[in-house]
Each structure stands twice: as C-alpha cells, then as structure tokens.
C-alpha cells in the first residue's frame, strides 16, 4: 500500500480497487443482465422456466391494458407524493434554517431520523392510523371540522400517498437544507433594505435559490416513490398493485418470472431515463447555481 | 438572522407531529394492556412484549438481521477501504466511472436487485441461503460505506504518512499504524451507516429470505400481511430503541447531519 508515492505507480489504484471491482462486476451487472436476459424468456404453468428468446412478456405488457393503469397508477402515486413533500418540506426546511442553533440541531434530529427508522415500522404507524373509518385521522380531521364523514385512507391511492410523503419527506427537507446552506443571509436583508416585503422577499429572492434543491429532492422522493415496496404493500393491500407489488407477486406467487423481470426491467429503465433526464434540464436550467 | 413568524411555528408545530406521529403511535401502541390494538389509556402494560418470547420466528429473525448487519457491513469495509483510498488519492483513467459503478446501487430500485439477486443466486444454487444474503447486503450497503471512508480519506493529513514513510514505515506498517487510525471515525461511522441500512432493509430482502434466512422486517412484513396486532407494534417498538441508540451513537460519534447530508447528495445523483 505505497500510499504516498503518488506518482510513477499507475497500477496502485487498479490494485486497491481490483476487488471491489470484482466483486461488483460478478455480483451486481452480471444478475443485472442474466434479469433483462429473463425477461425475454418464456413461461408455462407446468414447463416453468423455458431460456427461449421470445417478446411474449414484453408483448402482453404493451398490449394488456391491465399494465398500463397499474404503471399510471405507479407513476401518479409518485408525483402525488413528490408535489406533496415538496409543497410541505420546503417551507419547513426554511423555518427550520431560521431556527437558533440548538432548536435547529434538535429539530433536525427529530425530522431526519426517521429517514433511518424500519420504513415497516413507519407504515406500520400509518395503518394504525388510519385503522378503517374509525382512524384516529379520521376522527381528528372530523372534529377540526375538515370533513364530515370519514374518508377511507387504508386500501386507498390517498393513503399510499401520505405514508409515501412521510416516508420521503426527509430527502425532501435536507434537500432543500443543503440549498439554503448555499445562501447568503444579507441577500434576504438587503431585500428588506430595499423595501421589499416578506412575501416578495420569498417569491423573489427566496425561491429562485432554492428551486435547485426543491428540483434535485423531487427527483430522488420521485424516484424512490415510484419504485417503494413496503409502504404500497402494507397500506394497499393485495388489490392496489404498484410495480414493485406486482413485481413481488409475480415472483413469488404466481411464480412467472419472465414477466416478473420485465416489469422489473421496464421500471429500472423508465426511471433510469426519468431521472437523468430530468438532471440533464435542471442543470442547464440552473448552470449559473451549479457552477 | 430574522425570527420565524407566529404563522410560520403554527406550521412547525403540525409539520413536526405528523412526522412524528406514526412512531409515537406505534410505540405507544405496543405498551397497550388489551388483547387488541388500542391505545394505553387504562395503564401502561409490558404483557405484548412478554408475548414476543413466545414467538421464536421473532427472535430467530432478530439475531439472523443483527447477523447480517455486523457482517456484511464488515465485509462491504473490507472492499471499500482500499478502493476508497484509491479513489481519494490518485488521479486514474476511470476513476470517475468506478466511483459512479460503486456508488449505482443507491440508484437501482432495491425491488430491482433483489429480483436480479433472486435470479442469479437461484442459478448459482445458493437460493435462500444465508450465504447469498450476505453476498447481496454488501453490495446494497457499499455506497455508504465507501462514502464516510472516502470522506475520511479525503480530508486527512497527508504530511503524517509522509513523516512515517521517512522514518522507515512501508506497507501494511504505514497502514496499520498511520493510515488507519487517521481514518478509524470515517471507517466506523461508515460500518454504523451501513449497519443500519442492512438491518432495516426489506425490499430487496424480502426477495431472497427464505423460512430460516428470513430478517426481522422480513418477518414483520409477512406477519402484517396477515394481520395487524398489538404484538407487532411491540416488535416495531424494539427494532425502533435499536435504530434509536445507533442514531444517537453516530450523532455523538460523527454528526448526524454529516452523515445523511452525504447520503442525500449522494442519492442526488
């Protein structure tokens, strides 16, 4: 390990990283590809597994509508949660920026944490809850006099979305955090100066600089969402399938792998592209932040 | 610095209950004396967490994650110090697509490793073993490992090695000794990060756990599957008082803001 020679041994690096290259090459892009192999593969109920190369799989999701709405259900579930934690993080994250030093540590901890806590244990804390009509949601939105009867949370689009948002709203708010950490205090002063007041200050001062990190934290809580697991499973039930859900039963219920991997596969390139390319617009539409 | 308005703590205040909520609720839950789920409004009682004795799978399950977490983790430190050393200090031709290749699995949808995890292990004839989850917890808590080392890396004091190599130390010596015990906080708090993601991890576990491999969210998942009880809240309660006392740790040890502010630029992609 002559780690401080830097100069003159070209292959130190390669050593020191051989290993971990090994190991990721054997057992992360060689399952990754045997998957997308899968997917053309072909299926029977009593044959199992045939390593044809075939475009059934692929054929019956573009074609059966059943995949269309549980794709768009995918996908609006996502943007509902991501417009969610957006509209809710990034106001915090300010007020929380705003704090003095203690309150902000402390509040930092107890709004981060979770991020670290058994995302089952969170949803798990959502479905007691919600807990059918009778939820404690329920009754304290009816007695704050939101709405009069019960609206069902539990096995409801609704519901996936605000587990989902609690789930994601960490990312969302250090997000936003990490931008504001980027701000010059005296700029806000200097608006204030100038006569404008808190409203504009936030419009126009504000929210221009923080739009890079509300857009980089919308992109993880989309991405995250859209592929979430545990928290579609938990408060959806067996019917409200996501991807991830449907990916699940088709592995180990019906145990139609093939179609299992594309709809896996199709997830893992519809948000591959979703994601860079919505990183390629934010940087060429904030480059001066960037820079 | 201007204060925050009444308008703006009413705000906070609502913002900071329902996040925290969903916890409470679940660890007060678990503290119910009655046979369903309910709140503990007649008095607090330990009966739900007496029941978990007498649910062995529970405790299986407990020490199979704790199991899982200290070693791969440990594992995940023994492949990501030297390459983050690497990383950190020479200037090679695909420096930057190995640090991109290394640091993919925060990107890949878990349910998409762990279906690719499922398929190759299967083939490979190690399906459900423990083996095989070993294999996979590394790969998924490598990122985090290699992150905080890296960041321990970068940031050292070089001249230190240098004054050790004039003094004679080479090798595995300048390792052992010197570079080392300069990196120790990174390495550690990047084992504690890693720990915690292996030991919460469900999406891709659920996957390739089988009766016997199954980890404790594994177990708690399927059990909620099937139905929601007062026993689950107090298995929840216990797996939170674990995350809790690791997070503290880190907190004390290293700063929980440094760490998941790491974390989420990382997942920034």
């Known amino acids: 390990m002559s780690a401080v020679a830097e100069e003159g041994s070209a292959r130190a690096p390669w050593a020191l990283t051989a290993p971990a290259l090994m190991l990721f090459v054997g057992v992360l892009l060689i399952p990754l590809a045997m998957t997308v192999m899968l997917s053309f593969h072909d299926w029977g109920q009593y044959k199992g597994i045939e390593p044809v190369f075939i475009l059934k799989n692929w054929h019956e999701i573009a074609t059966d509508p059943y995949y269309a709405e549980m794709f768009w259900r995918t996908f609006r579930i996502a943007i509902l949660t991501t417009l969610l934690t957006a509209l809710l993080g990034a106001p915090e994250a300010y007020i929380l920026n705003r704090m003095d030093g203690r309150w902000k ?4 901890l107890v709004i981060l944490g979770p991020l670290l806590i058994s995302v089952v244990a969170r949803t798990l804390g959502w479905a007691l809850l919600f807990g059918g009509n009778n939820g404690l949601v329920n009754k304290l939105l009816m007695s704050l006099g939101v709405m009069r009867s019960p609206i069902p949370f539990m096995f409801t689009e609704t519901g996936m979305v605000v587990a989902l948002a609690h789930v994601m709203m960490p990312f969302m708010v250090l997000s936003v955090w990490a931008a504001l950490q980027r701000l010059d205090p005296q700029i806000e002063n200097a608006a204030m100066s100038l006569g404008a007041g808190p409203g504009t200050t936030i419009r126009r001062i504000i929210m221009p600089q923080i739009m890079p990190g509300v857009l980089s934290g919308a992109i993880i809580v989309f991405s995250l969402s859209a592929s979430a697991f545990a928290t579609p499973a938990i408060i959806g039930g067996r019917r409200l399938k996501v991807a991830a859900t449907l990916a699940y039963d088709e592995f180990l219920n019906t145990l139609n792998w093939p179609l299992g991997a594309a709809v896996a596969t199709l ?25 | 610095m201007r204060r925050n308005g009444p308008l703006a703590l009413v705000f906070h205040t609502f913002f900071v209950i329902v996040m925290v909520a969903p916890i409470l609720v679940v660890c007060l839950v678990a503290f119910t004396p009655e046979g369903f789920l309910s709140l503990p409004t007649n008095g607090f009682s330990l009966r739900w967490f007496r029941a978990i ?11 199979v994650s704790l199991g899982l977490g200290a070693l791969s983790s440990f594992v995940a430190l023994l492949f990501a110090v030297p390459a983050a050393l690497a990383i950190a200090r020479y200037r090679f031709r695909g420096r930057d697509a190995l640090a991109a290749l290394f640091l993919s699995p925060l990107m ?10 499922l398929r190759f292990f299967t083939s490979a004839g190690l399906g459900g073993s423990f083996a095989a989850l070993i294999i996979a917890h590394v790969i998924i808590v490598f990122p985090f490992a290699l992150r905080l080392t890296l960041a321990a890396a970068t940031g050292m004091d070089r001249t230190i090695e240098i004054a050790a190599v004039s003094l004679g130390a080479g090798g595995w010596t300048l390792f052992r000794r010197v570079t080392l015990p300069l990196i120790l906080p990174g390495v550690i708090s990047g084992w504690a990060l890693a720990f915690i993601q292996s ?19 594994v177990r708690m998942f399927l059990y909620i599957q099937d139905n929601i009880d007062p026993l689950v809240t107090s298995v929840s309660a216990c797996v939170i008082a674990v995350t809790m006392t690791a997070l503290i740790l880190l907190d004390r040890f290293y700063g929980l803001d440094r760490v998941l502010a790491g974390k989420s630029g990382d997942t920034g992609r």
């Open chain 2, 108 to 117: 890949i949808p878990h349910v998409v490793l762990g279906i690719a995890f």
């Open chain 1, 105 to 108: 540590s402390f509040f930092l």
């Open chain 2, 53 to 63: 004795a007498n649910y062995p799978e529970f405790i299986h399950a407990f020490w």
């Open chain 2, 199 to 217: 030991f919460d991890d469900l999406t891709m576990t659920v996957f390739l756990a089988a009766p016997g491999t199954e980890t404790l969210p």
């Open chain 1, 267 to 291: 997830l893992l390139v519809a948000l591959v592209l979703i994601v860079v390319g919505s990183n390629a617009l934010i940087e060429r539409r904030y480059a001066e932040v960037f820079r």
